[in-house]
Nanobody, 124 residues
């Protein structure tokens, strides 16, 4: 399976969009549930979204509902987080991880092993 690797971050103006990608370094994304988490400067890491591939269950934290969309491409072995209408408070390092997911919450199941993440900065 290998490590999960995030990409797609960058600097964007408020109101802009980014699409984050999560792929497995070993090539095949075999995990059923993938979550996105973020850590803003000076704050704890928080769960942003998750997708259970088999059941289709998704979760979004309240602050991103209606703006972010999580999806999975089985052919490309990738999970994406499409982020629209970005706000300065969305700034942070975004991580993907194996996760447990319901429609009401997400928690990582990576035993504390995080990748490097991808930096998202929303600023004018």
């Amino acid at each position: 399976q290998g490590q999960l690797v995030e990409s797609g971050g960058g600097l964007v103006m408020p109101g802009g969009s980014l699409r984050l990608s999560c792929v497995a370094s070993g090539g095949s994304l075999v995990y059923d549930v993938i979550g996105w988490f973020r850590q803003a400067p000076g704050k704890e890491r928080e769960g942003v979204s998750c997708l259970a591939h088999t059941s289709g269950v998704t979760y979004y934290t309240n602050s991103v509902k209606g703006r972010f969309t999580i999806s999975r491409d089985p052919v490309k072995n990738a999970v994406y987080l499409q982020m629209n209408l970005l706000k300065p408070e969305d700034t942070g390092i975004y991580y993907c991880s194996t996760a447990a997911c319901s429609s009401d919450w997400v928690r990582p199941t990576n035993f504390g092993h995080w990748g490097q993440g991808t930096q998202v900065t929303v600023s004018s």
